[in-house]
């Protein structure tokens, strides 16, 4: 540990001195190549998502595409690019995920309030692979989902960001209902930018840095190599409170937890890590790269490699009671008599003991230690040092008597190339091809330290790498795109093309005392490790597809341009889908344009959303409880479709969910600004997800048959397992699983909303201007909760209200000589967190404030703060609870003001 500290901070001191040379680099003898900020009319940006067409600019697009350059992307304190997206795009959400199981090392983000699975990312125009990660906490909103880990992409390595507001799966297939992202690459053949950026909150945690560079490189006489490095850290934050089981021990006289008490609000002596996860050794590479074969062909590469850990906090594991209660399966024992330790109905609640040769065999052990004393948590010193003095007989207060909070987290790998030829066949018929080949993978090994196997007893080790997963993507490509003159305004652009796309989900098995079923198992001792379980086996799951598509496009007259579209994909395991699209834009005149869009979509589920299991810890109600979710194939999902099923309402399936999409907007020139207002309706039927979480212990005594009325899980299992029922084996990991859930075809939203967009650029005290206004309401509503595998009511008001209905940004950067200014106001209208007790979290201002000064042709320093005036969200009011002092739903985060400095060399 001191080891990695001192790494840490050597590396931030390198940063800064970095930083602090470079003016000194400024006088190398290196040519210069001035790069300089100007405020570009992205309207007139000839784009490449939404259209095959060469010439069409996002002005004259048929659905509204915003363009974002590389520049005006990094001028962000942010070193992630998920972040930057959130200040550039009002409808694009991503928060921090401080206990959040997997989800804090990939971060789940939604496009117009839907899923994260709902978007489709494009790097240079190819389809992206997914992460490994399927969300499981979510937030409700993602929960389940399987995205793309969009933080792997340095933004350095960027050129520029189109981002399409309209339905596309017609064009590229799964996913693309509420949006696509295409990440355009830089393809400089020459030139070197280096940049080095410090930060830090204004509580003095959260400590961030980054280091990157770019260069370019001719390749021949006719190609290029463009490669982007990154380094990365940032510190994690606390923003938690003392829970108040901890408070309530110590002021009940359970001195062993005095340990864990909470000074202050920031210190390392907190009794739980609640607020930014740690990042550490987050490095990126990417290249891209063409070369020129001939004035007919083009050979292009282009890929990455990165790698990260990260580690956040879990719940702290209570001994003995209070408000939150006892950790079960670890502490918490059955009701027995204060005097003599034995089981009791009629008695006070005891701390867990085992027997450690088994129940009936050997010496005998009392079944819990009594609980008693002020405020009945102070275990019975007598029955305590006999159990200490017993070896056949074991509790955790004996080695663990303060409680503990694990820490979890995982190493990400992700890596990808995608290399095929583009040009045209020379035939003098304008043909032109694009055809590649694409593999991508991201891999996550999990590690969960200072925890246990309960089931092991004394025996359990404290740290375990409960495995790991892996999503990995293969595609082939052949786009085709042949203009035909047919008597229209322009030539007939059709575009035709083949796709095949296969996937693949591994789970890796964890180390045994991960998942192992200790001798203490069936005494009421949890098994696997306690937080995040190991897998048990080694599996694997593959699915593929197959699709076809036509996308036709003309202007045709000079005012209308039409674009219709269709696509058919065929799916290994969930049969075949047809979805089309009809687009149109009118130029009224010179100044004015109307147009509309109607599409259908899809989404198909993963191989990992079909064959996962996972348990994890789920705050409910106030208690923490274990949480499972089963593939409906497995022999453990079936039982639990044969319970569903019993209720009357069919059986459980999975397959793609079905997406309508409408838009109709304008677009405006007026007294030198440009504006775009347009409204989109989005109906979603048939959604994939995580339905109502059902009860474990209640599908166990189905399974049993007729009066079959077990007290326990763990004791269900066993006699389940010794009557022949089940095999205990396909139960592992489950003993203390309270509730489960599966993925499946469930309910029905409709999403509705306006995006309003403006650039307004102008002269200004002897300098150049421009105000930038992005504007989005949206609002999404459940229209059925599903019959067969119904979500929760808390799922729905996750849905409808857990992200602000209203976003804006409103941006002036101005430009005097050697002077950059960007004042930035960031508007998050009301939401709720019911999930948490929060409701009615009021609207927020966030100002952001930057200042550049061009020292030279090639160095240029830059001063910024984001949430300039400190804001935070409405506290949580039942912190205490659980220790979280704000909601960690908030849209814009909970770590209050940042500062930074950066230093850029360009030559």
Known sequence: MKTQSYNRHTFKKTAIAIACALPLAATLPFQTIAQEVVADDTAEKIIVTGTRMTNRSAADSTVPIDVISGEEFRQNSSADVQDMLRTQVPSFDINSQPISDAATIVRPANLRGLSPDNVLVLVNGKRRHRGSIISFLGGGISDGAQGVDISAIPSMALSRVEVLRDGASSQYGSDAIAGVINFILRDDAEGFEFQARYGSTYEGDGDNFVISANAGFALGESGFVNVTAEVREVDGTIRSVVRDDVAFQIANGYTPVSDFQLINSYTSEVPQYWGQPDVEDDIKLFINSGFEINEHAEAYLFGNYGERQVTGGFFYRNVVGGPSGQRGGVYRGPLVDPA??????????????????????????????????SGGVIPDAGLFAQVSADANCFSFLETIPAGFVPRFGGTNEDMSFTAGIRGDLNVGSGLT?????????????????????ASLGPNTPRNFVPGGQEQTETLFNANFVYPVEVGLYSELSIAFGAEYREEEFNLYAGDAASFALGPLASQGFASSSNGFGGFPNDTSATQDSTAFYVDLEADVTEHLTMQVAVRTENFSEFGSTTDFKIAGIYHVSDEVRLRAAYSTGFHAPTAGQANITNVTTQNVNGVLIDQGTLPLSSVAGQLAADFVESAGNGRPQLGPEEAVNFSFGVGFDIAGSTWTIDYYNIELTDRVALGANVDFLSALNFAGGA??????????????????????????????????????????????????????????????SRLTVAANYNKTEVDSVGTVNPISDGRVNAIEDLLPNTRANVSWSHTDGAIRTLLRANYYGEWDDT???????????????????QYS?????????DNLLDAYPDENPGAGSLGQLYSEASPFGFNGGTWYVQARLVY
């Open 857 to 865: 042709d090639n160095l240029e320093f830059v001063v910024g703060v």
């Open 340 to 373: 003599t330790g034995l089981a009791d109905e009629n008695g006070v609640p005891s701390v867990l003991v085992g027997d450690l040769d088994g129940l009936g065999q050997g010496g005998s052990c009392i079944a819990g230690i009594p609980l008693g004393g």
């Open 707 to 768: 009066g079959s009325n077990f007290g326990s899980v763990s004791e269900a299992l066993t006699s389940l397992d010794a009557s022949g029922v089940i095999n205990r084996q396909d139960f592992i990991g489950l003993d203390d699983l309270s509730q489960f859930r599966f993925f499946s075809n469930s309910f029905d939203t409709t999403t509705t909303g306006i995006d309003i967009v403006g650039n307004y650029s102008f002269d200004f005290m002897g300098g150049e």
């Open 835 to 853: 999930g948490n007790g929060v409701n009615g979290i009021g609207a927020t201002v966030l100002i952001d404030a930057q200042v550049a000064y």
């Open 433 to 453: 091809y694009d055809v590649s080949a694409q593999r991508g993978s991201n891999r996550t090994d999990f590690f969960i330290n200072n925890t246990i196997n």
